[in-house]
């Protein structure tokens, strides 16, 4: 379940240090961590935590070589801890080796920043001068020459290298190499603009840039949109054969009939589906909400919010959209402070007096099809069915620029079937009272579901086969992504919300495999 303690919660990538895991933590640890001690009424640390969650987001790949972690020292039971760490202000960031002994009390980040790339490089200085024992899963970040990739293939057997040329003062290469740390058959290695060697025999002429490397001494140039750190790490990680560690290596979609239970249909994955929206409506009045015997009090405003929702913004065939107007009136007249499932089923199921009114009756998924019969569908159909609802209000210029986030967010709570993914969710909604707009709120739910996005990537509820990325990607829209003066990633947020309106928009929903 998501604990939370102090400034941080169990879904901030932060480990969250107590008396009962400080010590197997720390000591002995095989990755270095990076602690914050901090006091929770501290004003400096409350502005602080933002950054240091933005951070472990950021370095989220780079775990199993350095972890981030953070101890609230003005809870009571921690304060022994945080003498025995010789902290004497907040917030303090220290930097623990690997294999630390018992009695480490961490080497100290002077002068704590604000920026989370100067954090960054920070924590890349500490590593790249670690003491032996190195963490064992950190590669190596020092720059390469032609000596050794010469000998590369002799002792490596990834498919591919990855050189990213640079200057000396350039952090790019080694951010790339850590941010790739957790994938398979693909090895990247810094080669500084002054290893002429090198330079001369690739052209290279660009600095940075990065290229592909293979054994005979075949390369070529990796074409990015920028380039810049982001950039480099995305397209390497979707190169052929480059997987996630520990996962079966993807195979295209007609390999995948076996493993499921129906058969594979084939789709095109930038596009939405409107099976997967009519799967979801059945899934989620039909066996979610059925869950509920009787229905009342914060349940029952829920479900009225959420129909309400449904009938006035889903774009949804003339069957269906009758008989979510019907349930909506049905629903909306009762005045009880209870109702029972079966009474709404009965409505559900009501086509006898209104023979134009249907929901599907059994899912099809299409758009959201899972490589197993564990993967995506519900969900994916779930978050789905949310991004087109905000885009519907928008269009229809609704009122109310909260109504859909808010029936989502009372559906996820009282009914979504994965509790902890609601809990998680519930942690998020507080930063509603950003949302001021109808294009406000479209963003909201696209940055949050990036930000889930990022938490569960590599998590076993991922489908190797749909990895889960920061969406959508250069391909898909290589305006939404441009990068900040020093080469930060930044989102286009207006070019954002302009593919978000046209890809979930009502026109362009697909119809096949409805019938
Ligand atoms: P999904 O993440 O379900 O996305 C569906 C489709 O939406 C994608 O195929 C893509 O086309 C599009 N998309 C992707 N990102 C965005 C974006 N940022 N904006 C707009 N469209 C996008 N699982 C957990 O393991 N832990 C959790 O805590 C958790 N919390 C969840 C909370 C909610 C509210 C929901 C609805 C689901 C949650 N899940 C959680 C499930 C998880 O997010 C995925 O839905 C599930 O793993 C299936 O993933 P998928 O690959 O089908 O893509």
């Known amino acids: 379940a998501c604990v939370k303690a102090g400034l941080y919660t169990s879904s901030d990538q932060v480990l969250l240090l107590s008396p009962d895991n400080v010590h197997t933590l720390l000591v002995n640890s095989s990755a270095a961590m990076v602690v914050e001690f901090y006091a929770s009424w501290c004003g400096h640390c409350i502005a602080f935590s933002p950054v240091y969650k933005k951070l472990a987001r950021d370095i989220k790949e780079w775990k199993p070589a350095v972890n981030l972690a953070a101890l ?77 990739i010469d000998h590369f293939f002799e002792t490596n057997s990834v498919h591919h290298l990855a050189l990213i040329f640079e200057d000396f003062s350039s ?43 293979y054994p005979g001494g075949n390369f070529t140039k990796l074409h990015v949109q920028i380039e810049a750190r982001t950039f480099y790490a995305l397209a390497l990680q979707k190169l052929p ?27 095109n994955s930038s596009r939405v589906y409107m099976a997967d929206l009519e799967s979801t409506l059945y899934y989620s009045l039909y066996v979610e909400v059925a869950a509920h015997t009787v229905i009342s009090g914060e349940a029952l405003t829920a479900l009225k919010k959420y129909i309400s929702v449904l009938s006035k913004h889903f774009p949804g065939r003339p069957v269906v959209m009758n008989l979510l107007k019907s349930v909506n009136s ?63 209000a928008k269009n229809s210029t609704a009122s109310d620029p909260l109504e859909v986030l808010d029936a989502m967010k009372r559906y996820i709570h009282i009914f979504f079937g994965c509790r902890q993914c609601a809990e998680h ?39 190797p086969q749909f990895p889960k990325i920061q969406w959508p990607s250069p391909e898909m829209c290589s ?34 495999y409805l019938e």
């Open 479 to 512: 305006a939404c992504h441009t990068v900040t003066d020093n080469g930060e990633h930044r989102w286009n947020t207006e070019e954002v919300l302009a593919f978000l309106l046209t890809y979930f928009s009502s026109s362009r929903i697909l119809t096949d």
């Open 72 to 148: 609230d020292c003005a809870a009571e039971e921690n304060r022994k801890i945080c003498i025995d760490y010789k902290i004497r202000g907040y917030p303090t960031v220290k930097f623990f080796h690997a294999y630390s002994k018992a009695d480490a009390v961490g080497q100290e980040f002077k002068g704590v920043s604000r920026d989370v790339r100067d954090l960054r490089h920070k924590i890349i200085d500490k590593l790249e001068t670690h003491s032996e024992p190195w963490p064992p899963a950190c590669p190596p970040l020092e720059p390469t020459s032609q000596a050794e």
């Open 330 to 392: 049905w629903l909306q007249s009762q005045t009880a402070d209870q109702i029972s499932y079966d009474a709404l089923e009965d409505i559900l199921d009501n086509t006898a007096q209104m023979p134009n009114a249907a929901l599907p009756d059994d899912t099809k998924w299409v758009g959201c099809q899972g490589s197993q019969p564990h993967l995506r569908r519900y969900p994916c159909g779930l978050w789905t069915l949310f991004h087109v609802l905000t885009v519907q």
């Open 171 to 213: 952090y790019i290469g080694r951010e790339v190499t850590l941010d790739l740390l957790q994938f398979e058959n693909i090895a990247v290695r810094r080669v500084l603009k002054t290893e002429d060697a090198l330079v001369t025999k690739l052209g290279v002429t660009e600095f940075p840039s990065c290229y592909l490397y």
């Open 241 to 267: 054969g480059v997987v996630r560690s520990g996962r079966p290596p993807a195979v295209p979609g007609d390999d995948l009939k076996n493993s499921t239970d129906e058969s594979w249909k084939p789709f």
């Open 425 to 463: 969710f519930g942690n998020m909604v507080d930063s509603l009272v950003e949302v001021k707009t109808l294009s406000s709120a479209i963003l909201w739910l696209w940055a949050k579901h990036n930000r889930v996005n990022n938490r569960i990537a590599g998590a076993l509820s991922e489908d």
